[in-house]
């Protein structure tokens, strides 16, 4: 759920950058379905980062035992790119085949 919580915090933040500030209001939610596909790209990255920096870390306590920085962080720069290409190629994919 921390993906797509981050995935709506990001692209709220972007569509109310890009559209202005009174275009969305927080209590607002945001139609995904609508959303700019650049826009849903970049905020499913931002969301595939938290989703890699707070995975990546129990998966390696949960293997190891461990739970020292350098075992915790341990494989993060291979699954921090990995998670965020392939959420933003995700949502993006999702708002292309949602906003014909």
Excluded: W
Aim: aromatic residues 12%; glycine residues 10%; hydrophobic residues 40%.
């Amino acid at each position: 759920s921390l993906l797509f919580l981050g995935h709506e915090l990001m692209l709220r933040r972007l569509m109310s950058h890009y559209f202005g500030a009174d275009h969305h209001s927080h209590k607002e939610r945001i139609d995904v379905d609508k959303a700019p596909i650049v826009m849903s790209s970049l905020a499913g990255m931002f969301g595939g980062a938290l989703y890699s920096i707070t995975a990546t870390p129990i998966q390696n306590f949960v293997r190891t035992g461990k739970y020292n920085l350098p075992v915790l962080v341990k494989g993060c720069r291979y699954t921090l790119p990995r998670d965020m290409g392939g959420f933003g190629i995700y949502f993006a994919a999702y708002a292309l085949s949602h906003n014909r």
